[in-house]
């Protein structure tokens, strides 16, 4: 984290570790600068201003990334800055160096850091060590980057969002987390149908539910798939077995089994329901492909907003003033 606070810019120089680290409205702050530079950059696929000129961010990733990497990379070129990547190869912390001097090093460096990694101690660390803001680009416990575009499509296909029902089905991982706070803050049933033995973590529960009762939504856990998406405006779906859990991919896959999102579960929740998944996704795993390229899918379109609400971000936490 970096800066002092300045009220007309609260989100300045402040640090995205978790999902709940934004209150309701700063969510819905970067969702009006996301909406703004989509508008803008979809006519000429070019941006007049350039908010981020001769910005530079540090990427960290020690997990393979096809969108979060290109986003984050594109979005600072496209708004007037650079991105670096680097790799756990490259930068070898907790090998070749303490992630305290990581982040000190940095800090003189460049103005952000974005960071992928197992451990979400380690993006705590990085970010309480590191004097400029540090953005969670997925942990083990967390991806609120993907969780802002998640919602921020949401309320570009619904409008509204407060009383929107949205059913995860699969496992209480860090992208149900970060989905589960942040549509709680805006007002979204958020529920999960779970295998038992894969449920979220309580203190993220108890913290989606507790921002679910302030704005009008729901946090509804649950272990049957069919329950859980009777009447859902949404089905989500994440990968059986997140980065990092390959060594329980055979007993996973067993456990999931029964937690797919194909046309028999997409048409308990009725005709209307939209199907989203953050990617990658496993074909004929967790999703089948009739349902991902049928016309329930929005999940492209998910994708694409990955590139605008991150750029939305990065221009609330790094932009010259408009
Ligand atoms: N959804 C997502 O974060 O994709 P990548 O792993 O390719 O970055
Ligand atoms: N839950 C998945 C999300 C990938 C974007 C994982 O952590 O691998």
Redesign the pocket.
């Known amino acids: 984290m970096s800066g002092t606070p300045d009220p007309t810019r609260p989100l300045r120089g402040r640090d995205l570790i978790s999902a709940a680290d934004l209150a309701p409205d700063e969510v819905r702050r970067v969702f009006a600068t996301a909406e703004r530079l989509k508008a803008e950059f979809a006519v000429t696929r070019r941006h007049a201003q350039l908010p981020l000129l001769r910005r530079t961010l540090a990427m960290l990733f020690e997990r393979?990334?096809?969108?979060?990497?290109v986003t984050f990379e594109a979005g600072m070129i496209q708004l007037g800055g650079g991105a670096i990547q680097l790799t756990a190869g490259n930068v070898g912390w907790g090998v070749r160096e303490s992630v305290a001097d990581v982040a000190r090093n940095l800090g003189s460096f460049v103005d952000a850091i974005i960071v992928r990694t197992g451990p979400h101690e380690v993006a705590v660390e990085l970010a309480a060590r590191a004097d400029i803001p540090v953005i969670n680009a997925?942990t083990l416990h967390e991806?609120p980057c993907?969780a802002l575009a998640d919602v921020f499509t949401l309320h570009e296909i619904f409008g509204s969002l407060r009383g929107l029902v949205v059913a995860f089905v699969g496992d209480g991982n860090n992208v149900f987390h970060s989905l589960a706070l942040i549509g709680a803050g805006q007002g979204v049933e958020i529920r999960l149908a779970h295998p038992p033995g894969y449920a979220p973590d309580p203190a993220v529960v108890a913290r989606a539910t507790a921002l679910a009762e302030a704005n009008g939504g729901r946090v509804v856990l649950a272990n049957d798939p069919r329950a859980a998406v009777d009447g859902a405006d949404v089905l989500y779906a994440d990968a059986w077995t997140s980065m990092g859990q390959e060594a329980e991919t055979e007993v996973r896959s067993a456990a999931f089994a029964a937690y797919q999102v194909n046309e028999a579960l997409c048409a308990i929740a009725g005709p209307d329901a939209r199907v989203m998944h953050?990617?990658?996704a496993h074909r004929g795993e967790e999703i089948t492909s009739e349902v991902m390229d049928g016309p329930r899918s929005i999940i492209f379109q998910q994708s694409e907003n990955r590139l605008h609400v991150q750029k939305g971000l990065l221009v609330e936490v790094l932009g010259d003033p408009a």
């Open positions: 393979p990334s096809l969108r979060t990497r997925l991806h993907q953050c990617l990658p």
